[in-house]
């Protein structure tokens, strides 16, 4: 790749990052300025020492696109740039990273800690496809960062948990629960997808940043994928019996210690591995023509955020003022504890979601949903246009009253995202549907 003359390492803007970092300035061959996709599934070897070094992690290079791609190579440097990290490590969906950031740290036996306010995705994934692993998923209240303490045992490996949860939509205690980790040598995973630009997890303590790139980042509701950022600032070797994985011989990598391998390379272990056992042995690599797509997301996902959270605080204040709802969930009205969290963690805004609880019960939130116009009714957030869901009818559908409750769903509860249109025609849509509702 041709190098920047700008140095986008000298700019900690988002805003910059996302247009000029991952070490790319111009195609080298080409000199196309944008990003060029690779569309290959290998690359010829100088010769069979180079091979031999790629092969054996003494040289970091091209191998085979399952393991990384030039065009995803730009993407992954520019997401970690902008979190603060060293590395990033990109995967074929938001699901996909955050399993891959747990199993790069736990085998069956295990188990980690985890907030229990999740997208109902990964809580499937937590509650019973890595029970069935052999990982067990201790659940903690997000509220209370003492819990995830006394949960924790010699077994634990990680805590999870989410910058900015819904339905419920209060902003995760990170700095409280990953100074709890610390006195223990656990490192906390934060899953930054609802939150990018406005929370950098990494600098309240986080080691480890996930994205559902299918959000904000991409931001334009046309393609799938995820990432994992590694903080570089954990100390895997300080506490081998915490952290098995990084500091046994690994004999899936020739008796591999990626602690040690970390000393010479620099504190990438845990990022190095992810790539090289991780997506090597389950594969869920992330498409070079998905990873253009997403790059063309993160180029404006800075502008796009701004816009989303303007214009949800401006929601947030019609809306709670409507003689038809009941409450308003949003964390820029958030008082008190959360509030403070909310105002701590979050810089420039509160994000995009918004939630409702409507007088006239269910029925009402459907007779909502089904008169919005300009509003998308889908299952997905963070795309550049305003949507809705009713989860009591959607999403949370089979659970028990009870169950829903506790997972933050009232029977009325309308989720909406707000999108980057005209303030006003977001206000008339949802003024005319709450007429109807
Ligand atoms: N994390 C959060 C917070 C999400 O909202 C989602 C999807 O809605 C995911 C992870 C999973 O992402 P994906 O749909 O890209 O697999």
Not at 110 to 127: K, P, R
Not at 236 to 243: L, S
Not at 294 to 301: C, H, K, S
Not at 345 to 370: Q, R
């Amino acid at each position: 790749m041709a190098k920047n003359k700008f140095n986008p390492a000298d700019s900690v803007n988002p805003e910059t990052i996302a247009l000029h970092g991952g070490d790319y300035r111009s195609d080298p061959s080409t000199t196309s300025v944008a990003v060029p996709i690779y569309q290959t599934t290998s690359y010829q070897f100088h010769n069979t020492e180079h091979a031999a070094n790629l092969f054996g992690a003494k040289d970091f290079g091209n191998i085979y696109t399952r393991i990384m791609n030039p065009t995803v190579d730009v993407l992954e440097k520019r997401v970690a740039a902008m979190e603060g990290g060293v590395g990033a490590l990109c995967v074929s969906s938001g699901q996909s990273a955050s399993m891959l950031s747990i199993q790069n740290l736990v085998k069956a036996g295990d188990n980690i800690v985890s907030s229990t306010d999740l997208y109902g995705g990964t809580w499937n994934l937590f509650a019973n496809t890595m029970k069935d692993l052999g990982i067990e998923v201790r659940f903690a209240d997000p509220t209370d960062p003492e819990s995830f303490r006394k949960m924790t045992d010699d077994n634990t490996r990680a805590y999870y948990a989410e910058t900015l949860p819904n339905p419920k939509l209060k902003v995760f205690p990170i700095r409280e629960v990953a100074d709890i980790g610390d006195e223990y040598n656990i490192p906390l995973i934060v899953d930054n997808t609802a939150a990018p630009v406005i929370c950098k997890p990494i600098e309240h303590g986080a080691t480890i940043v996930v994205h559902s790139l299918t959000k904000f980042i991409g931001g334009h509701g046309t393609t799938i994928g995820g990432i994992i950022v590694d903080s570089g600032k954990f100390d895997w070797a300080k506490d081998p019996k915490r952290q098995p994985m990084l500091n046994n011989p690994d004999p899936s990598y020739h008796g591999m210690v990626w602690t040690e391998f970390a000393k010479a390379v620099g504190p990438i272990a845990y990022i190095v591995r992810a790539r090289f056992v991780g997506l090597r042995d389950l594969g869920p690599a992330l498409p070079p023509q998905s990873a253009f797509q997403i790059i063309q997301g993160l180029e404006t996902v800075s502008l796009r955020m701004e816009k989303h959270c303007s214009n949800a605080a401006k929601v947030a204040e019609y809306l709670s003022n409507h003689n038809k709802v009941s409450r308003v969930i949003y964390a820029g009205l958030d008082e008190g504890e959360a509030g403070e969290r909310a105002n701590k963690y979050l810089k420039g805004g509160h994000g995009a979601l918004c939630g409702i609880e409507l007088k006239g019960g269910k029925a009402s939130g459907e007779k909502f949903i089904n008169n919005l116009n300009m509003f998308y009714h889908v299952a997905n957030i963070g795309d550049a246009r305003s949507l809705a869901i009713h989860p009591a009818s959607t999403t949370h559908s089979q659970l028990s009253d009870e169950d829903m409750e506790s997972a933050g769903v009232n029977p009325s509860y309308v989720r909406l995202s707000i999108g980057i249109e005209h303030i006003d025609d977001i206000i008339e849509d949802l003024k005319n549907a709450l007429d109807a509702a």
